[in-house]
């Protein structure tokens, strides 16, 4: 990050248009770098997201790769949350809301009419910028899922998901002693790890998570990017956030969105200190946004 905040390059070229031919030698699909993995957990193309007359997402394609923490960044109304939306088929809920283009999960095509979106949304689950317990206790916040979903036969079965999922979660130590109380009573921190347990209960592949830090405190914050380090073994994570230190500290890989494009994606080190898109740059220096 010191690279970045230092940066010295010369800002008297002018900005390139996305489009611009000068990019074109390093451009794939109109992004420049690299948007395909070699095992993409889920893959796009050519995703385009209207609400009634406004073109949100304009032409992304973008791999999410297994194992991988992606990062989407960009400034205020770039699309980054319609983008991350559409990967589990939340925009459904929105009205006047259109998607197209090719949406992958293991190479099934997650829009399909056969596809039923209450499986889907366990298989790719959301984590929010505001955490969202339900109004019930810490135990029942994370066993209602499996529960629903009919994910367990016993009720060890289920004792057992809960205490795993938060312990995973990494909030175990700080609740197993007060399972039976609302889940609202507890701090901001613990409410997002809470939720984060609630998600990972149901044991999803991959989860989303739009601005997952953006209410908490340093430390809170801390603990949940240390944790999303640890999800990474086990699930595929796409992140949105407005802090360039947090996605520099948990992401492989990150996607620069800016007015409803994907402009720059690559190895989250390259896009911080040697971006090769003049819009990305001035992002990533705090000249734009
Ligand atoms: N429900 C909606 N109806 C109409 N337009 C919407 C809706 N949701 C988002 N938009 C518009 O789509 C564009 C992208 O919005 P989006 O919320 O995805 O941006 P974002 O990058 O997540 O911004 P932020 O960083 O502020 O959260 C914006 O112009 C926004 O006004
Ligand atoms: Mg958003």
């Given at each position: 990050?010191?690279?970045?905040?230092?940066?010295?390059k010369?800002?008297?070229?002018?900005?390139?248009?996305?489009?611009?031919?000068?990019?074109?030698?390093?451009?794939?699909?109109?992004?420049?770098?690299?948007?395909?993995?070699?095992?993409?957990?889920?893959?796009?193309?050519?995703?385009d997201?209207?609400y009634?007359?406004?073109?949100?997402?304009?032409?992304?394609s973008?791999?999410?790769?297994?194992?991988?923490?992606?990062a989407?960044?960009?400034?205020?109304?770039?699309?980054?949350?319609?983008?991350?939306?559409?990967?589990n088929?939340?925009?459904?809920?929105?009205?006047g809301?259109?998607?197209?283009?090719?949406?992958?999960?293991?190479?099934?095509?997650?829009?399909?009419?056969?596809?039923?979106v209450v499986?889907?949304?366990v298989?790719?689950?959301?984590?929010?910028?505001?955490?969202?317990?339900?109004?019930?206790?810490?135990?029942?916040?994370?066993?209602?899922?499996?529960?629903?979903?009919?994910?367990?036969t016993?009720?060890?079965?289920?004792?057992?998901?809960?205490?795993?999922?938060?312990?995973?979660?990494?909030?175990?130590?700080?609740?197993?002693?007060?399972?039976?109380?609302?889940?609202?009573?507890?701090?901001?921190?613990?409410?997002?790890?809470?939720?984060?347990?609630?998600?990972?209960?149901?044991s999803?592949?991959?989860?989303?998570?739009?601005?997952?830090?953006?209410?908490?405190?340093?430390?809170?914050?801390?603990?949940?990017?240390?944790?999303?380090?640890?999800?990474?073994?086990?699930f595929?994570?796409?992140?949105?956030?407005?802090?360039?230190?947090?996605?520099?500290r948990?992401?492989?890989?990150?996607?620069?969105?800016?007015?409803?494009?994907?402009?720059?994606?690559?190895?989250?080190?390259?896009?911080?200190?040697?971006?090769?898109?003049?819009?990305?740059?001035d992002?990533?220096?705090?000249?734009?946004?």
């Amino acid at each position: 990050m010191e690279q970045t905040m230092n940066m010295s390059k010369t800002t008297a070229e002018p900005a390139f248009d996305v489009n611009s031919s000068a990019l074109a030698d390093r451009r794939v699909d109109g992004t420049v770098g690299k948007i395909r993995v070699d095992n993409p957990r889920m893959s796009t193309t050519d995703v385009d997201v209207y609400y009634g007359d406004k073109h949100a997402i304009q032409n992304v394609s973008l791999d999410i790769g297994q194992n991988e923490v992606v990062a989407m960044i960009g400034p205020s109304g770039c699309g980054k949350s319609t983008f991350l939306r559409c990967l589990n088929r939340m925009n459904d809920t929105v009205a006047g809301c259109k998607v197209t283009g090719t949406l992958l999960l293991d190479k099934e095509d997650i829009y399909d009419p056969k596809i039923d979106v209450v499986p889907l949304r366990v298989r790719v689950g959301m984590v929010f910028q505001k955490p969202n317990p339900f109004p019930k206790s810490i135990y029942e916040n994370v066993a209602y899922g499996p529960r629903i979903h009919g994910l367990i036969t016993s009720n060890a079965d289920l004792d057992e998901i809960v205490e795993t999922s938060l312990k995973k979660a990494g909030l175990w130590e700080e609740v197993k002693d007060r399972m039976d109380q609302p889940g609202t009573g507890l701090s901001g921190g613990q409410q997002q790890r809470l939720c984060i347990a609630r998600t990972i209960a149901v044991s999803p592949e991959v989860i989303l998570m739009d601005e997952p830090c953006s209410a908490l405190d340093p430390i809170a914050t801390a603990k949940i990017e240390e944790l999303i380090d640890e999800l990474r073994e086990q699930f595929t994570i796409a992140i949105v956030t407005h802090s360039m230190q947090q996605a520099a500290r948990v992401s492989q890989r990150t996607a620069y969105f800016h007015l409803g494009k994907l402009v720059e994606v690559g190895e989250t080190n390259q896009i911080f200190t040697a971006p090769k898109h003049k819009l990305t740059e001035d992002y990533i220096t705090g000249r734009f946004g």
